[in-house]
Each structure stands twice: as structure tokens, then as C-alpha cells.
């Protein structure tokens, strides 16, 4: 399932509800261009990175996830989750800041790494 969202204040955008990815899961949202992972871990944290391995371009969401390690299904490269390393020191993931709201809403930050042009206006 891909998710387009709207954006909240600021470059934070609503995703909407963490009950719509099952623990252990993860699912994929285009935001500004962009396929972002979201995933759900079993402890219910909240993690989001760039959607393809950096090796095969795999799609992330349909990988093995286990506390906050993620094993990209192509070729069993892992990540950290909470860094985007990879765990052998090869390319990382890209990784967003992402925080639930106190209604259970997934919200997702880009941060900095917008163009100019789509940055709010000050």
C-alpha cells in the first residue's frame, strides 16, 4: 500500500495512524518525491527511512524486521534502524525523524533537506 499524506506545520507531515502498519511491518508513503519506510517495530517504536536498499534498490518494507534491525529482503543486508548503519559498514540508510502524536498519529519530519522552493515561508 503506498500513502500519499498532507503536511502539517513547518516540513512535518501526518501519516496518519500507527494502527494502519501491523507491528513487525512496515509500509511505504511518497512524500514531496520522496518513498519513505515506515515501520512499526514490536515494541511499538516508530522508525522511517529511504524505501530502497542503497545495495539492489530492494523495497525495505518487504524486509525481515526484528527489534530495530532490518534485513533487506534481496540480499540480507542489515540495518540499524535507529541510524541507518548498515551493521557490516557498508552504505547506510537515509533515516527520518518520526514521533507519534498523543492521538497514536504518525507524524514524519524531512527536515533541512527540502529544496528551497517547497521550505515554509518564515
Request: some cysteine.
Amino acid at each position: 500500500m503506498t500513502t500519499t499524506c498532507e503536511p502539517l506545520a513547518s516540513t512535518e507531515f501526518n501519516l496518519g495512524p500507527l494502527d494502519q502498519i501491523p507491528a513487525g511491518e512496515g509500509r511505504e508513503f511518497h512524500i514531496l518525491g520522496r518513498q519513505i519506510a515506515v515501520f512499526h517495530a514490536r515494541s511499538g517504536a516508530v522508525y522511517a527511512t529511504q524505501a530502497l536498499c542503497p545495495h539492489r534498490e530492494g523495497s525495505l518494507i518487504d524486509g525481515l524486521m526484528g527489534a530495530s534491525t532490518l534485513i533487506c529482503p534481496m540480499h540480507a543486508w542489515k540495518f540499524d534502524l535507529s541510524t541507518g548503519e548498515h551493521l557490516s559498514g557498508e552504505c547506510p540508510l537515509t533515516t527520518y525523524a518520526v514521533r507519534l502524536d498523543e492521538t497514536g498519529q504518525i507524524l514524519l519530519k524531512l527536515g533541512d533537506t527540502l529544496p528551497q522552493d517547497l521550505r515554509p515561508m518564515e
